[in-house]
């Protein structure tokens, strides 16, 4: 079974400034790894994600994530963040071959960014 | 594009009741997931369709959880009797189809049981 783990629960950052969010997890299989935001009263809205290939993946809103297999982590990071980046972010996981290719994502418990002028 | 749709967006009922969610996923999409959110925690998947076939419902309470499909298109999600621990957003969700397709969320339904 997968698990996430997101390192901090609440990020304040001012505004301009870099962001990382960390995201590890844990599996004993091949992945997919998302991320996700969730804006006040919203639903989820995705991010980016891995499936194959370069471990850099570039996303909507100025983000990216960089996959590192041997650390089993999936960072997510913005050189200079917006007043409008201000939401809850979700990292998810999901095995490759799930079972009749279900798409089980199981996600961690979430970072809120804050973002102060 | 219409998004997902879900309502109602609020429910207040007391422990014991009974209560309906309702989901309309985005049109020509063929899976439809059902999450569970606790407050301070990441969605839980409840269930899991296929046009109107379950392929994930693991995780579903099925002594008071159940959900249906029935023309491959909207959904219900019913929980009967309801208790505290209930109380959460019910979030619906729909890809194109299995795989890693992205999943387009909707605005959820809040739960409170008293």
């Known amino acids: 079974a997968q698990s996430v783990t997101q390192l901090d629960s609440q990020v304040p950052v001012f505004e301009e400034a870099p962001v990382e969010l960390r995201c590890n997890y844990s599996?004993?299989?091949?992945?997919?790894l998302f991320w996700y935001v969730q804006y006040p009263n919203q639903g989820l809205q995705l991010l980016l994600k891995?499936?194959?290939?370069?471990?850099l993946v570039k996303g909507i809103n100025g983000f990216e994530a960089e996959f590192n297999k041997s650390q089993t982590s999936f960072h997510l990071r913005k050189p200079s963040v917006h007043i409008s980046d201000t939401a809850e972010y979700f990292c998810?996981?999901?095995?490759?071959?799930?079972?009749?290719?279900?798409?089980?994502?199981?996600f961690g418990q979430g970072t809120r960014l804050t973002i102060n002028p | 594009e219409a998004g997902v749709a879900q309502s109602p967006r609020y429910k207040i009922i007391e422990k014991r009741q009974s209560v309906a969610f309702w989901c309309n996923p985005i049109?020509?999409?063929?899976?439809l997931y059902w999450y569970q959110q606790i407050l301070g925690q990441g969605p839980k998947l409840l269930i899991q369709?296929?046009?109107?076939?379950?392929?994930?419902d693991s995780q579903l309470p099925k002594d008071r959880f159940s959900a249906e499909r029935l023309k491959g298109v909207d959904s219900t999600l019913k929980i009967q009797p309801a208790k505290l621990e209930d109380s959460a957003v019910y979030l619906c969700?729909?890809?194109?189809?299995?795989?890693?397709?992205?999943?387009?969320f909707g605005p959820g339904t809040r739960l409170t049981v008293t």
């Open positions: 969700a729909s890809s194109f189809s299995r795989g890693p397709y992205e999943q387009y």
């Open positions: 599996s004993s299989v091949s992945v997919y």
């Open positions: 891995y499936l194959s290939g370069s471990t």
């Open positions: 998810a996981v999901s095995e490759r071959w799930g079972i009749q290719g279900a798409q089980k994502l199981v």
């Open positions: 049109s020509g999409h063929a899976t």
């Open positions: 369709f296929q046009n109107n076939g379950v392929v994930d």
